[in-house]
């Protein structure tokens, strides 16, 4: 079956500049997540998805961060406007439900600010 | 609050050896226990997973154990090969809050020739 797809692989941005990051999970699944993952550290929870709906996003920075789940499918994350601290990989990953004992993770999108 | 702690923080050893890393964690009540390989510049892929009755499991030269009363669990690897060079993460996941996972920050293993 095909993985999680994540678009762009990298993208550099000057701070203040907005990006965006695309996420196609594996087809069939519920719940789908937002990472972000600073170098040298764990994945960090940004937003859970079930569905179109948000089932946390206690940690996504909201004064610049927003992320949607429209039709159930697709995702995406939006930075408006970065900052230099947002410089991390945004992992996306699926499970088949939420509570599911495997997350499937995309390669990242590797994000650098300057 | 829930934590997972890793160790060691970074390690090498030679090819062909054995190593095993630590994972101590404080999430409850325990759902499950996956340890993840992140090779560089890719996302994690999953090892193992163990739940709460289960104390080891083995993904060819990976074995896993479990040790649900003290909170602890173990990654051991068999003759290291170069190819094993990358970041493990262990993930601890709750039976509540929609079984939300806590991450470790991983173990940097350098495998040299």
């Known amino acids: 079956e095909a993985g999680v797809a994540q678009s762009p692989r990298y993208k550099i941005i000057e701070k203040r500049q907005s990006v965006a990051f695309w996420c196609n999970p594996i087809?069939?699944?519920?719940?789908l997540y937002w990472y972000q993952q600073i170098l040298g550290q764990g994945p960090k929870l940004l937003i859970q998805f079930q569905n179109n709906g948000v089932v946390d996003d206690s940690q996504l920075p909201k004064d610049r961060f927003s992320a949607e789940r429209l039709k159930g499918v697709d995702s995406t994350l939006k930075i408006q406007p970065a900052k230099l601290e947002d410089s991390a990989v945004y992992l996306c990953?699926?499970?088949?439900?939420?509570?599911?004992?495997?997350?499937?993770f995309g390669q990242g999108t590797r994000l650098t600010v300057v | 609050k829930n934590q997972v702690e890793q160790s060691p923080q970074s390690l090498i050893i030679l090819e062909g050896k054995n190593c095993t890393l630590q994972c101590n964690y404080t999430v409850s009540p325990f759902s499950n226990l996956r340890w993840y390989k992140q090779d560089t510049g890719r996302g994690p892929v999953s090892l193992t997973i163990m739940t709460f009755s289960e104390n080891t499991k083995s993904n060819g030269r990976y074995t896993a154990t479990l040790d649900a009363d003290t909170k602890q669990s173990s990654l051991h690897i068999t003759a290291s090969q170069l190819s094993d060079s990358a970041s493990y993460i262990c993930?601890?996941?709750?039976?509540?809050?929609?079984?939300?996972?806590?991450f470790g920050d991983g173990t940097t293993l350098t495998v040299k020739p």
């Open positions: 990953a699926s499970s088949f439900n939420q509570g599911a004992t495997e997350a499937f």
């Open positions: 087809s069939g699944h519920a719940t």
């Open positions: 993930v601890v996941s709750a039976q509540t809050n929609a079984g939300k996972s806590t």
